[in-house]
């Protein structure tokens, strides 16, 4: 079976590094992998339970600009959920590629979640080249005590306990060792004052990019990076996946210290610093979750999930730079380098999304740069190309027509969106357990069926919505062909018409699809292919000829065959299939 005609990407121009990315191993079995997300913040979050920072203290940080971080706490990672968005995030577009287009985590969703300053200067510098002896010389005079030798390896220190210097390295840009802190990030916090005019926001999301490019390579088993981040962002975004929220275990308004001083509130990701409960969503293994985003439709996805006019968000609204969330611009922490991209998400900022650039394969080489046997390095002059594409940063924001409807992108884009992303990561040949859950036996055709309902839908409504129609008319043609590309790799099976009269009633039939509990055996694509469905197929592909036919528009009127009869036609079609 070609794999790239069912499961993408066709068009390999964009998506060039598909023969080394983690999706790859899913089909060649390694379906149950799960990775390992490390930080090195548990001791100090621990700590904190008994006792409360001094609020000197807090008024550091909140000089720093970390504040909204520490007031968000620590939330327990689901590591199922990480390693699905992974195997869905492409180091060449920093973007995750779902069913509903490209999404990704931006300088906005920084700052809002966390609260952390992103316009100022690039983080970096040079990797500096000291004794055990020296490195305990430099934490007595920064963070007022020295550690042991053993505490010592290189220019890391275990456990440390000076909280700037911990948010940063344990919980903002953890790495993947899980209890080690780079002394580094230290030579940013000598000055207090100066600390705060540095972009933490962008050196944060820059570590994550890299965490996230790395993880999503074949092989891989670790992932650090601000992962909280990304579970806060899903949650806030994939509705089948968001967990219910009890009361947030912190205070989420003004910490009043006297009459004439007054921290801020928690910032949004607070929020979610609470008990949940999965009552209505799912929280299980990674097969689940990736069988969930590999059939998710439009409705299922948030783009714009901050009420921007919220007490909590207007809390930090005076430090925000919105401009500078669209901008096009590099993410720069020391050795790092990675690319922002709105350009590919602008549905996130309310405006119409075209087809973006093909991506610059000079920006895949940064991923080959890293701080490892470069002690000494200037990171300054490294990157001076990029830290000056920094400073013009203002002059590359994105502005684009702003949309009502979440359906809305320029002509075209669809059928460009479909040819280069990745459909599916779930394997139709994944191994069966004895027990438990079992994805569906004919998720495509169920899509399939939604999206003929939504057709119907739009048709009944006044005036017509022709953009949202002549979209849903070239995803369900995209749809059909994965199923027809599917069943002419399988096995010839002989199906005749008297096959495709079900033999018990489709009440019964549909039921144990959408439960789909026990030993069920699917086809190449997750869809049940044998049998009637290569019969039902050329038919179904004949309704949407007929529904492209009435795309034909005068005037915004429908002319051609009755778009109402042909879905209905259709509907019966997939009954039986």
């Avoid at 490294?382 to 013009?392: E, K, S």
Wanted: charged content about 20%; glycine content about 6%; some cysteine.
């Amino acid at each position: 079976m070609d794999r790239r005609a069912v499961y993408g990407p066709r068009d390999g121009t964009v998506l060039s590094q598909q023969s080394q990315h983690r999706s790859d191993e899913i089909l060649d079995g390694d379906i149950d992998e799960v990775l390992q997300a490390k930080r090195a913040d548990g001791k100090f979050w621990r700590n904190l339970r008994e006792q409360d920072l001094p609020i000197r203290v807090q008024q550091i940080l909140d000089q720093i600009g970390f504040y909204g971080v520490y007031r968000c706490g620590r939330i327990q990672y689901d590591c199922h959920l990480i390693t699905a968005l992974v195997e869905r995030w492409r180091s060449e577009t920093h973007s995750f590629h779902f069913r509903v287009g490209e999404a990704t985590i931006t300088l906005q969703d920084v700052q809002v979640i966390w609260g952390l300053p992103i316009d100022g200067e690039p983080v970096s510098g040079t990797d500096l080249e000291r004794t055990s002896v020296q490195w305990q010389e430099y934490c007595m005079q920064y963070i007022g005590f020295a550690p042991e030798d053993g505490a010592l390896k290189g220019s890391r220190l275990q456990y440390p306990r000076a909280v700037a210097l911990l948010l940063l390295g344990g919980t903002m840009c953890p790495d993947s060792s899980g209890n080690l802190v780079s002394l580094l990030y230290l030579a940013k916090l000598e000055d207090i004052v100066a600390a705060r005019n540095y972009s933490w926001g962008s050196a944060v999301l820059a570590f994550l990019y890299r965490e996230l490019c790395n993880a999503s390579e074949k092989g891989k088993a670790v992932i650090g990076g601000a992962l909280q981040l990304v579970q806060i962002w899903a949650w806030s975004r994939i509705i089948p996946l968001c967990p219910g929220l009890g009361a947030p275990r912190v205070h989420m308004g003004p910490h009043q210290i006297d009459n004439n001083r007054v921290l801020p509130g928690a910032p949004y990701g607070a929020m979610w610093n609470c008990e949940h409960t999965f009552t209505r969503t799912v929280r299980t293994t990674v097969r689940v979750i990736r069988d969930i985003l590999d059939e998710m439709q439009y409705d299922q996805f948030i783009w714009q999930p901050y009420d921007m006019e919220s007490n909590v968000i207007m809390a930090y609204a005076g430090d925000f730079n919105p401009q500078l969330w669209r901008s096009i611009c590099p993410l720069i922490f020391y050795a790092i380098v990675e690319m922002h991209h709105p350009e590919r998400v602008l549905r996130q900022f309310g405006m119409m999304q075209n087809i973006p650039d093909q991506p610059d394969t000079r920006d895949m080489s940064l991923h080959k740069i890293t701080r490892s046997n470069r002690t000494g390095t200037d990171w300054v002059l490294q990157h001076i190309l990029y830290i000056t594409r920094w400073q013009r940063r203002y002059d590359t924001v994105i502005q684009r027509q702003p949309i009502s409807n979440r359906r809305d992108t320029d002509r075209g884009y669809w059928e460009w969106y479909n040819n280069i992303t990745r459909h599916f990561v779930s394997s139709s040949t994944d191994r069966r357990v004895e027990s438990g859950y079992q994805p569906g036996d004919a998720p495509m055709l169920q899509i399939v069926t939604q999206q003929v309902n939504t057709l119907q839908t739009l048709f009944q409504s006044k005036p017509v919505d022709v953009e949202g129609y002549r979209q849903l008319v070239a995803q369900l043609e995209h749809e059909v062909q994965i199923i027809a590309e599917a069943i002419k790799h399988q096995p010839q099976q002989t199906a005749t018409p008297s096959d495709s009269a079900p033999t018990t009633s489709h009440r019964q039939r549909r039921s144990s699809s959408q439960m789909s509990i026990g030993s069920v055996e699917r086809g190449d694509i997750g869809v049940d292919i044998a049998g009637p469905s290569t019969a039902y197929t050329p038919q179904i592909t004949t309704c949407l000829n007929r529904l492209r036919i009435t795309m034909c528009l005068n005037r915004h009127k429908m002319i051609g065959f009755n778009p109402l009869h042909t879905c209905q036609a259709m509907q019966k079609l997939i009954l039986h299939m």
